[in-house]
């Protein structure tokens, strides 16, 4: 039985945690969160069921991955312009979510090092405009309303020189320029029609970022959030 329930226009946490089978993390000792904040929400909506995306919907995963200073990965389409997003990807049928995750983080990213901290416990869906619509299901020779997409929370455990836009070769790469946002930065740099889900994410896991860095790792030592780098090398 899903702990997530919807009411009105809200998505709620189970009160009990046995109904609701998020897998959580930890971070430097502490635990990541304990109850996922009630978080309005706007165009987007999630499936009461723990178990699949809303029909009409692909399978999809997102990947939000942090840097010790709490700093949020994020790239520019290649052929979108001034657009930013976090990885994602398609899973296929059958496919563990979180493998799924890492792989589609490893064939856009290059990045294999990554801690996994926490799985958001309901999928979240957005709509296509009109145009990507008609655009991506003649690619794909499907009828998708959207994407329901199933979010996962990562550290990145390696050093920047992993991070190689071209991946790991299986894909045509997607992106141009990578940088380490705030997580704000990250919903303003965003696609208009992900917005949503994007702000959704970030209250789920927003304990995790409202928790104090790790003390080994000041943000005085991190790059500043508006270096942008290509394809891995920091320009």
């Known amino acids: 039985m899903a702990g997530c329930q919807l009411v009105g226009n809200s998505v709620f946490y ?11 993390g930890k971070f430097a000792g502490v635990p990541l969160y304990q109850r996922l904040p009630i978080a309005p929400m706007t165009n987007i909506s999630a499936s009461l069921s723990m178990e699949g995306p809303p029909e009409g919907y692909r399978k999809n995963v997102g990947i939000c991955l942090v840097n010790p200073s709490k700093k949020i990965f994020t790239a520019s389409r290649i052929y979108i312009p001034n657009t930013w997003q976090m990885p994602q990807g398609g899973a296929n049928n059958g496919e563990d979510l979180r493998k799924a995750a890492m792989r589609e983080l490893r064939e856009e990213t290059g990045v294999t090092s ?58 045509q790469p997607e992106f141009k320029e990578w940088s380490w946002r705030l997580p704000e930065q990250v919903v303003e740099l965003a696609v208009d029609f992900k917005k949503p889900v994007y702000e959704q994410v970030l209250k789920v896991f927003s304990p995790y970022f409202s928790s104090d860095t790790d003390e080994d790792h000041s943000t005085e030592n991190e790059p500043n959030q508006r270096e942008v780098c290509k394809q891995g090398k920091r320009s």
């Not at 189970?14 to 959580?24: F, M, Y």
């Not at 008609?134 to 991070?163: C, D, M, P, S, V």
């Open 114 to 171: 990554a801690e996994f901290l926490a799985e958001a416990p309901y999928w979240l869906t957005y709509d296509f405009p009109i145009k990507v619509k008609h655009k991506l299901n003649r690619k794909w020779g499907t009828n998708y309303k959207g994407q329901a997409q199933k979010w996962f929370l990562f550290k990145f455990t390696g050093n920047e020189e992993e991070i190689n836009l071209l991946g790991d070769g299986s894909e």
């Open 14 to 24: 189970g009160i009990e945690r046995r109904n609701c089978p998020c897998q959580l």
